[in-house]
């Protein structure tokens, strides 16, 4: 199975701060990515998939980038509701899919 | 708006079978373009792909749970299911349907999860 490792684990941040996560593949994946946020007691939703398209309905702040082996997730602008943890999922070979561990990012 | 909800037993003795359902509304589990999933998430921890059906009834696991694992589907319910066998405390988690789309394996709608406790 494709191993998928998030960095940081969890971090504190502003509003208004620009923040970078990372999502980094055990083997080669091209661009079959996708991004999840969570909330607490929520399901996860679905931000970006194929690495770099925002999901229909989520906000112009959030970008992703990358391909292979190494991802990022930025929010140019951390808003409120972006308090959450976020996923990274591969979609490049299965089974199963992966998940990353996650990254919570909390209010500083 | 589709829409998908969990539905079963709350607590799961060991050894039992953990048994859930998945009704899905606002459109056809039927549809060709769509897989249906079941993702599991331990409380604190990340998310475990569980597995996944296609309206045949064709089925994918996860090779970890593969051999405790049966996914059916009920089309005339607009539902489908998951069967988890022989569990343990391993198994507590909140369970999660999902859909899948083909033409890229991400999950685009999310039930909201149930609470599943093993416990005797």
């Known amino acids: 199975a494709i191993r998928m490792t998030q960095s940081p684990s969890s971090f504190s941040a502003s509003t208004g701060d620009r923040v970078t996560i990372t999502c980094r593949a055990s083997q080669g994946i091209s661009s079959y990515l996708a991004w999840y946020q969570q909330k607490p007691g929520k399901a996860p939703k679905l931000l970006i998939y194929?690495?770099?398209t925002l999901q229909s309905g989520v906000p112009s702040r959030f970008s992703g980038s990358g391909s292979g082996t190494d991802f990022t997730l930025t929010i140019s602008c951390l808003q409120s509701e972006d308090f959450a943890t976020y996923y990274c999922q591969q979609y490049y070979s299965y089974p199963p899919w992966t998940f990353g561990q996650g990254t919570k990012v909390e209010i500083k | 708006q589709v829409q998908l909800q969990e539905s079963g037993p709350g607590l799961v003795k060991p050894s039992q079978t953990l048994s859930l359902t998945c009704t899905v509304s606002g459109g056809s589990i039927s549809s060709g373009s769509y897989y249906w999933s079941w993702i599991r998430q331990p409380a604190g921890k990340g998310l475990e792909w569980i597995g996944r059906?296609?309206?045949?009834?064709?089925?994918n696991y996860n090779p970890s749970l593969k051999s405790r694992v049966t996914i059916s589907v009920d089309t005339s319910k607009n539902q489908f299911s998951l069967k988890l066998s022989s569990v343990t405390a391993a198994d507590t988690a909140v369970y999660y349907c999902a859909r899948e789309r083909m033409v890229a394996a991400i999950f685009d709608y999310w039930g909201q999860g149930t609470l599943v406790t093993v416990s005797s």
């Open positions: 059906i296609y309206t045949s009834g064709s089925t």
């Open positions: 194929a690495a770099s």
